[in-house]
Each structure stands twice: as C-alpha cells, then as structure tokens.
C-alpha cells in the first residue's frame, strides 16, 4: 500500500516550453502534496505544500508564477514549470500523506527528472 | 525550528560489516523523526520513524535507530550489511509550528558504499 507515482519519469523540453508533472496517490487519499526539488548529491528542497481544494503555499524564494501547483483531487496533484530554463533543470520529487499530523508518513513519488536545453 | 545534521556525507562498510549512520537533532519540542532510503534516481522510501513511542524502532531490511534525548541523536544501524544497502541516506525530522506544521527537514545525506 501507499504508493505515490509520478509522471513523467523523464523529461526533456527546450528552454521556454512549460512542462506539467503529474503526482498521483494510486491506493490512499492525500490530504496533502508536497513538491521536492533536488539537485545532484544535495538533499532534498522543498518547494511548496498543496493541500486538496486550496492554494498551494510556497517555501520562501520559489517563484509561484514559475512552479505552478495544482491539487485538483484527493489523488492527484500537477507541478507545471513555466517558461523552463536550463537551471531548471532538476530532479522534481513528490510526496503525499493522508493525514495532516506531524508524525503521518510522507510517501514519496519515484520523481521526475527534467532536462531543459 | 527543527533541524537535522547528518555527520559524514560518506560512509564505506564492508559487506558484513556494522553499517552506523550518524543522525543529530535540533529541536525545542519532542521530535518526531524519520530515516529514508534513496537509491539511484529514484524517489525516497520509508526505512522507519520514530513518534515517542519506543525509543528502539525497527525498520525495514534489518535496519534500526534508537532515539536519545541525551544525545540529541537518531542513529541508524544495521548489524550487517549487505551490497544491496548501497544507496543515500537521509535523516529528517517532521516540523512542529504552525508554519513548518509536518513538513520534512532533511539532513544533507549519507552516501553508503559496501565493498565485497
């Protein structure tokens, strides 16, 4: 059980195309999404929080015009990077939990990485 | 604010051998704290958590952490460790104000390399 999946896994666009990112929870309802950002051998960055039915909230410093994040359904929530440039060029990784307690795990998507040239 | 420190960002064992990942807390509340495994691009699974239940917890694949409030630490061990532990290691503690309210903060990571 709990399992996040993303879509695409691989992604490569040209610099000013947008590209969407699909996070899907196959077999729980996610209250809350979280977006990830990674670059090579660095931790993990969090982008935004998007919890279903509402406006997502970003973390100080990512651009909400440029990361859009939708939660449309209790299963499904969409990063879309727009207008992409090179050093966007990351490995995106999502995470879904079903409640909204501290201690409830976050299961993580297998990411997406996304080359923009 | 809540912060994790991971000491060492690598670490080499022998298959076999003990594998101990170093894990340190900040925190002003009772943590609650998690170790994930990442392998090669791939997302990040769930070894084990620690929620002030047992301060001995039991994860997947063999792995354990033990929680001490004396040492601020979070340990994870493996008393043996097998080629198929190779990968990163991210130790993360769940946020507890209202605006970090269970999001994760992660370590830097641990990269584990296991030598036949």
């Known amino acids: 059980g709990a399992v996040v999946s993303q879509h695409p896994s691989r992604v490569i666009c040209k610099s000013g195309t947008s590209v969407k990112i699909e996070c899907r929870s196959l077999d729980f309802q996610a209250t809350t999404m979280f977006w990830y950002r990674q670059f090579p051998k660095q931790s993990l960055m969090l982008m935004a929080t998007?919890?279903?039915?509402?406006?997502?909230?970003?973390e100080q410093g990512v651009e909400k015009d440029k990361f859009l994040i939708n939660h449309a359904s209790l299963t499904l929530s969409t990063l879309t990077v727009t207008s992409a440039h090179p050093e966007d060029s990351s490995f995106y990784i999502c995470?879904?939990?079903?409640?909204?307690?501290?201690?409830?795990?976050?299961?993580f998507g297998p990411g997406t990485r996304l080359t923009v040239l | 604010a809540q912060s994790v420190t991971q000491l060492g960002s690598h670490v080499s064992v022998s298959e076999g051998a003990l594998v101990l990942l170093r894990c340190n807390y900040s925190s002003s509340v009772p943590p609650y704290l998690f170790w994930y495994v990442q392998y090669p691009n791939q997302g990040l699974q769930l070894l084990l958590k620690?929620?002030?239940?047992?301060?001995l917890v039991k994860g997947i694949n063999g792995f354990e952490a033990e929680f001490k409030k004396s040492e601020t630490s979070f340990h994870l061990t493996k008393p043996s460790a097998h080629m198929s532990d190779a990968a990163e290691y991210f130790c993360a503690v769940s946020g507890m104000t209202t605006d970090s309210w269970g999001k994760l903060q992660f370590g830097a990571g641990t990269q584990v390399v296991v030598t036949p």
């Open positions: 620690y929620t002030s239940a047992a301060t």
């Open positions: 995470s879904a939990k079903s409640r909204r307690g501290v201690s409830d795990t976050q299961y």
């Open positions: 998007s919890n279903e039915g509402s406006k997502a909230t970003y």
